[in-house]
């Protein structure tokens, strides 16, 4: 159906697209997802990564302890800024971003914990630790690759529905939708914090690339808004339909809502075929 035509086989890397990798499992986007960031790396071992928490990037981390246990990289010379944290929660809190970070990756692997960088969930000025943190990424010359999850309600980050499309890191509040998604971390009578820190959308944007991971069906509605809806604030995650290096690393059920997948497929293959021809 697509065979012939030139303009097509060359869409991608002539034109921008976001590109989206649809693959059959969690355990494909994984490996894909890791892929990425094990040959950032190997490039420039200066890197500056953004990182997400959620359970979707759990087997990716999983995969740069073992890519660095096995010596193939190494997180000695790189900085690290996650996206958000919990307002009200110090970093050593068990529920605290901070300490998902450590334990799922910081604490496996050869970084210098002091340049992993987390939003200050117990500043004392949470609107002078926001401008703390962009000035933090900005002395650090900024992300080079940033990982994102994606909420339901195609939240980014900690950005709910309705966040600026030009935001930057700043206090939000969560939406009920959010509270309960991530309650299943939270014991019945632990107290689950309504307010974040969160890189705003125009920080996401500001990365050089964007690497953003969904699985499974319950993600299905937020990745149909996000490739194929409208720019809109109501789907904070659609406003990477103006990032110029975006990448989307889904599973088949996540890819189920959206009308156009079979093109998406092979926009893929064919950049799969032009980037080996051309040894990329
Ligand atoms: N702030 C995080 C997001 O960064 C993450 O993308 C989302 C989805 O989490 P999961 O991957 O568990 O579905 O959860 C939280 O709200």
């Known amino acids: 159906m697509y065979g012939a035509a030139v303009t097509v086989r060359y869409s991608l890397l002539l034109d921008q697209f976001m590109q989206i990798v649809i693959l059959k499992d969690s355990a494909a986007v994984a490996a894909y997802g890791a892929n990425i960031f094990i040959k950032q790396l190997q490039k420039r071992s200066h890197s500056v990564l953004g990182l997400a928490t959620g359970s979707t990037p759990v087997s990716l981390y999983q995969q740069l302890i073992e890519a660095t246990k096995a010596g193939n990289i190494s997180f000695s010379n790189a900085t690290t800024f996650n996206l958000d944290e919990y307002l009200g929660l110090a970093g050593t809190h068990p529920q605290s971003y901070r300490y998902f970070m450590k334990q799922q990756l910081f604490d496996h692997i050869d970084i210098d914990q002091t340049n992993t960088h987390v939003p200050p969930g117990d500043a ?86 964007v690497v953003l991971l969904a699985t499974g069906a319950n993600k299905a509605e937020a990745i149909k808004a996000t490739v194929e809806g409208p720019l809109t604030a109501a789907c904070p995650a659609s406003a990477l339909q103006m990032h110029k290096d975006v990448v989307l690393v889904i599973d088949e059920a996540a890819a189920a809502s959206l009308s156009d997948c079979d093109f998406y497929k092979h926009i893929e293959a064919e950049n799969q075929k032009l980037m080996a021809r051309l040894g990329l």
């Open 124 to 209: 004392a000025n949470p609107i002078a630790a926001c401008q703390g943190y962009e000035q933090q990424i900005e002395a650090a010359g900024g992300i080079d690759i940033q990982l994102l999850g994606i909420g339901r309600n195609g939240h980014i980050g900690f950005n709910e529905p309705s966040s600026g499309l030009m935001s930057r890191t700043r206090v939000k509040t969560l939406t009920k939708a959010t509270i309960d998604d991530n309650a299943r971390f939270f014991e019945a009578d632990e107290y689950q914090p309504h307010l974040s820190i969160t890189m705003g959308i125009g920080t996401i944007m500001d990365a050089k690339k």
